[in-house]
Every structure is written in structure tokens, then in C-alpha cells.
């Protein structure tokens, strides 16, 4: 791949980020603050006192200990981020192939020397690695106010920070297993997005009602038709059971990439994703 | 074949759906898949979510 | 002179109604063509099909290549502006001109803000918070700074008014048009381009009625400000149209020798717009 190869993909991812910035960053930034503005609430509704004690348990508690080992303990808060996070690329997996279209651009997208393959390609690149980077980026500034916040309250209440600072590296840890947890997740759920992405280029009003109907059409017919259930078997196995999405431990994420599951969706979904580079050529 | 397939949207997405559920039903057939959940191998979920004050007394009497 | 436009039997149809009825096209490298036509005549989707977005059948090379296998390819070579405001609304005036420089390897930055520097556009505004000239003066520039074979407006002018207008097409052919680049222009508006054309067609419910040079318009078509003694043997030389001018009748003829037409009355080279009417009018009572 040559320099201006490169260059080319990065302004599409660019475009991409601009475009629906709302989703990749306004709506962690806002549910940071949220966080932000409860956990002040509940510091002011506690004693000081109250609050030396439990640092100095957290203290003792993270002192010594491997902040990878300990990582897992801060994913609970994370969770949160990672529900807006499949929430807002849905939203954005059923509107980016649409809102083009709906609003006329796409004539200029078109009239540019970029193939349909790159197109598509920049969203699923998007929601499978950029989205979480912004989404991981908000939660580190959240963890480092945090710990300003604690670090002051440990100096004036002469609190050991020692363990506190083990604390902070747990904290970062996390921050990995987050991302590679979002990142196996959509890859795992790669046939939902290409579904997505075929309909939202697909459709000439409502992708979202497309999909939907479709798929509950499609369901029906299999039954119908061989008399079995792989369609809604496929979709049940993939989409209950929240452990699925949530890497709790370093040494499982190999095994979740690679096996037989995880190889036989992303076929499948490159199926879908090939059928919305196709219907790309039709835009009127 | 090609002009067929790509001769409009609807003919383009009648396609696709048909390859997509031929694969899933091909290896559903083949590999005998029924509705399971995958199991997730995940050490630390129940002792946040259900024993939470005790995984705070084990780690902190050590 | 070699083609840059090669096109043979498009046909493109929606339904039962017929957007394209055959067309052949052949557009002469470095000619500026206007492609015109009333409202529905098949204009859009002509140049559409021109650029890879619209599929057609029949046989089609623009710039050596087939559009509807490779676009993307194509558009290294071919600009493309369509009726205004198509421009991505959320996009600010620099963050055009970044996305082109970065997609487009034959785009000059520097050229971009010299057009730029020229007009009232804000580099740091959104799209949506233009006016709609400005955001054509904006497309403008940035095709302009980009060094391609085929430049194709589709009624770029809709919508403005006579000052942007003017100004427009003054910019296209002082500062872009060398004799070796080709654009094609679709309008409606007649008048407006008449004096920038080199070649001429006109289309018609998804049929070309006329191709020609701007040059041999004047010795094809004639018309004729026809004596009141005269009009039965001006009618039996088939004129193409008759309209009344000055309480006089005034006949258009479509290839009759000029001597022939000299006994009937003063001659006159039809404008384009007159022209186009006579054409449009012969074709609906044809």
C-alpha cells in the first residue's frame, strides 16, 4: 500500500468521525459527565471521614497487586460506555450508507475517486476500531480526574498513595481489556453489522424498519422453507448471554478470535458487506 | 448472470439474502448447530456481581 | 479530433417510462458541449450515466474507459458538479478542501485558496451556513484546482442569481478552459451559455434532436423573416418552425440551400434559443 493509499483511507476515516462526531464523542463526553457530576453528588453527601477510610481500604487493597490482575475490577464501570457505545453504532451502522443518499451529497462522494469497496470499507473500520478508541480516550479522562480528585484528598488527609497509584495502574489496565473487549465484541457480531450496512444502503427511507422487517421475513421463510431455525438460532446465540461481550482476562482473548464461531461469522458477514458495496452503485 | 444480479437494487438484495441464508443453512445442516449459547470462559463475572462484598473481605484479610 | 465522449444506443428505463431512448453522443475532446433540454428530457441521467452513477445499456467510453466498470478510476479524470448544494452540509469550508487534497491526487491546494482568496467564503464556516452561490463558488473552486480530462456541470447555475450566474461561467472560461480540457454543461437556461459553446445538443424525451458544431449551426439552419407575398412557397420548403415576429412571419429551415431561401425574405442565423424551440416544437408536432 503506497503513501497516498494511506493517506486517502485515514480522510475517509476523518470524514467518518466529523460526520457522526456526535456519536463517537459527544455521547461518551456527556455520559462522563454524567458520572462525573454523580459521583461529586455522592462525595458531598458523604462524611469526610467516610470517605479517608475508604481510600485507605482501597489503598491497602490494590497495594502490590498486578494491575492486570486487578484490571477486571474496573471493567464494571465501564460497562456504561460499552452499552452507549453498541447503541450508537447501530444508530450509525443503519444511517451511514442512508443519510448520503437522503441528503444529496452523495452525488459529491461519488464524483470523488474513491471506490465503493474503500467506502464501506472506512465504516467497518470505524465501528470495529476507531469508535472504541474515542470511547476509551473518554473513560481515561474520567479515571485521570478521578484520580486528581484522590490524589488531593489523599495529601490533605494524609492518606498512603502508594496503594492509591497501584490503584490508577489498574485503572489503565482496564482501559485494554475495554478496547480489545468492544473490538472482539463487533467483530463477533460482524453478521449484525453487515445486515446493517446492507440495508442502510439499501433503503430509500427507513433502513432501520428495513432491516428489522427483512430479517423477520427471512426467518419466517427458512422455517418455511427447510423447516429449521439456524437464522434464529444464529442471532440468539450471538446476542443473549452478556458475557460475550465483556473480556474479563487477558488470556481469553486469543481464544475468542480465534475459533471456529468467531472465523465462520466474519464469512457471513463479509457476505453482507460485499452486498452493500454492490448496492452502492444504486443511489437514486 | 452478472447483468441479472446487478440489474437493480432489488434483484442485487434478493441475491445476497439467498447466498446468506444458503451458507447459514449449508453449515447449520453440516455441523448440526442448534439454539445454544456460546459458553465464555469468564473467572472474575460472579464474584463482581454477586459476591462483591466478600471478594473485598478475601482479598483485604490476606 | 478525437472524442473524449463515445457513446452509442443508451438506453435507461424506469418502469415502463423511457429516461433514455437511444442516445448516441459523441462529445469532441476539448469542446466546450451544452446538453440541452426542457425539464425531464433526460439530461441528468445522460451525464449520470456519463460518470458511473446511473447504469445504462448500450455502449458507452468516456476518457477511455467504461464508467460503469470503473468510477472510481474515471474520476481521476472527470469532475463532476451537480445542481447546487451537494456539497456535504456538515462539512466547514477547510475541512473540503483537506478531505479533496487527501482523496484526489490531482488536486492543487494552492490553487484552491487562490480561487478562495478571491470570494466572500469563510474558511471556518459549515457548508449548511452558506449562501447557496457561495457554496457553488465554493465547488467551483475546488474542481477548478483539480487538473482533470472532463469536467461535467449538470445545471450548475440553478437557482442563483444573475450576478453568480455571470460570474460562474466568466471564472470557467478565463480561468480554466484551455482548449485542451472538455466540459460538458446542461441547462435549460439557453441564453445564459449560448456564447461559450463550441458544440451543441440537444435532447428531447430521452432523444438526441440535434448534435452539431457551433460553426455549422449557421450554415444548416436559416431563418427567414418571410414576405407576406412569399409564405405559400416558404411553406412548401418544409420549414422545421414558423412563429410570428413584428406582425411578419418568421420561418426556421433546417438544410435548404441559402440561395433557394434568399427570393423569400431577409435571412437570419436562428440564435440558439430560437433555435432550441423551433427544435422542441417540431419534435411534439413530428
Known sequence: MDKFTLFQFYALLKREFLEHRNLFLGAPAVLAALILVAAIWIASQLEQAEIVKGMEYLSVLFDGLSPFDMAPFFMMLAIPFMITLYICSLIYLVNTLFQDRKEMSVLFWQSMPVSNFKTVLSKVVTVVVVAPIFYVAIIFALYLVGMIWLTVLGLINGVDLVGIGWMFLAAIASLLLIYLSTFIASLWLFPTLGWLLLFSAFARKTPALWAIGVFILVGFLEDFMFGSQYLANWVESRATNPNQYLIFDFHNVLDRLFNYDMLFGLIVGSILVAGAVYMRRFID | MKNIILKNRYTLLITVLIVYMGVLVTEGAITGREARVFDFENPYFDLNINNLEEFFEIEVER | ?286
Open chain 3, 1 to 286: 479530433m478525437t472524442n473524449i465522449v463515445e457513446a452509442t444506443a443508451l438506453v435507461k428505463s424506469y418502469g415502463n417510462f423511457k429516461a433514455l431512448d437511444g442516445v448516441d453522443l459523441a462529445i469532441p475532446s476539448g469542446s466546450i458541449s451544452g446538453l440541452i433540454g426542457p425539464n425531464g428530457a433526460g439530461k441528468t441521467t445522460t451525464l449520470k450515466s456519463l460518470i458511473g452513477l446511473c447504469d445504462v445499456e448500450g455502449e458507452l467510453v468516456v476518457a477511455g474507459r467504461d464508467p460503469r466498470v470503473s468510477r472510481h478510476k474515471l474520476m481521476e479524470d472527470v469532475c463532476f458538479i451537480a445542481d447546487v448544494g451537494i456539497l456535504p452540509k456538515w462539512f466547514t469550508v477547510n475541512q473540503v478542501i483537506d478531505y479533496v487534497e487527501a482523496v484526489h491526487p490531482r488536486f492543487d491546494r494552492k490553487k484552491a485558496e487562490k480561487f478562495l482568496s478571491t470570494t466572500d467564503i469563510p474558511a471556518k464556516k459549515r457548508i449548511k451556513n452558506l449562501s447557496k452561490g457561495m457554496v457553488t463558488q465554493l465547488h467551483l473552486a475546488m474542481v477548478m484546482s483539480i487538473d482533470v480530462k472532463l469536467l461535467v456541470l449538470d445545471e450548475p447555475t440553478l437557482g442563483l442569481d444573475i450576478i453568480y450566474r455571470k460570474e460562474f461561467y466568466d471564472r470557467l472560461l478565463n480561468d480554466y478552459y484551455d482548449g485542451n480540457r472538455t466540459i460538458i454543461i446542461s441547462t435549460h437556461q439557453v441564453e445564459e451559455i449560448e456564447t461559450l459553446l463550441s458544440h451543441l445538443v440537444f435532447i428531447n424525451k430521452g432523444k438526441i434532436v440535434l448534435d452539431s458544431q457551433m460553426s455549422d449551426i449557421a450554415e444548416i439552419y436559416t431563418e427567414v423573416l418571410v414576405d407576406a407575398d412569399m409564405v405559400q412557397q416558404a411553406d412548401e420548403l418544409k420549414p422545421i418552425h414558423i412563429r410570428t415576429l413584428l406582425g411578419k412571419k418568421s420561418y426556421t429551415f433546417e438544410a435548404v440551400d441559402k440561395a433557394q431561401l434568399q427570393e423569400l425574405g431577409e435571412l437570419y442565423t436562428p440564435s440558439v434559443a430560437d433555435l432550441f424551440v423551433a427544435k422542441m416544437s417540431e419534435d411534439r408536432h413530428g
